[in-house]
């Protein structure tokens, strides 16, 4: 059926992505926007962990490190066969909206955002990282991105992915929240 001839609920909107690295398309920051709001900590300040002041990073990072780390990963670890994409079929769906990730994925995605925060990342946790990177739908430059960070990372320095920003413009009222 052509696209004009479609009702909304038939329509499958394709993901908003500005670049092919990590956190450059909507549905990564959709994921760290979850996972932010899932750790508890995000009640009274900004909703994604992203997008942090300087002082409000360092607060994040101390109820982080402290236990909220620890009770999101208890969730996600350890991992399995499910945790990894199955085959080309679901990798061609994570590109559509809502976004289809593996769990892997979100995990990968969650190491990467406390990377940025600079916490401390247990050493299970670093190894699944290392592990998975290559296998849950990256693409090449996420890989690339993630490795690096894995290679250099010392906890309590914050990494910088040198991530491209969202395009200004983008006509969805939900990341108004997002940004600082």
């Excluded at 290559?134 to 290679?151: D, E, P």
Aim: aromatic share 10%; proline share 6%; hydrophobic share 35%.
């Amino acid at each position: 059926m052509p696209p004009d001839k479609m009702t909304n609920s038939e329509r499958i909107e394709k993901v908003e992505k500005w670049g092919t690295g990590l956190f450059e398309n909507d549905a990564d920051l959709s994921i760290i926007r979850d996972l932010t709001r899932e750790s508890g900590i995000a009640e009274t300040g900004t909703s994604n962990f992203l997008y942090l002041g300087h002082v409000e990073a360092r607060e994040y990072r101390r109820s982080l490190d402290v236990g909220a780390l620890d009770s999101l990963l208890k969730k996600r670890l350890p991992v399995d066969d499910a945790t990894i994409f199955a085959g080309q079929d679901d990798k061609d769906s994570m590109w559509l909206y809502p976004p289809n990730r593996c769990p892997g994925y979100h995990l990968c995605l969650l190491g990467a955002a406390m990377m940025g925060l600079g916490c401390r990342i247990r050493p299970d946790f670093r190894q699944f990282l290392e592990e998975l990177h290559t296998k849950v739908g990256f693409s090449r430059n996420a890989q690339v991105q993630l490795r690096h960070a894995l290679n250099v990372y010392a906890d309590g320095i914050p990494y910088n992915f040198r991530s491209k920003p969202r395009p200004i413009g983008f006509d969805n009222d939900d990341w108004g929240s997002d940004s600082i």
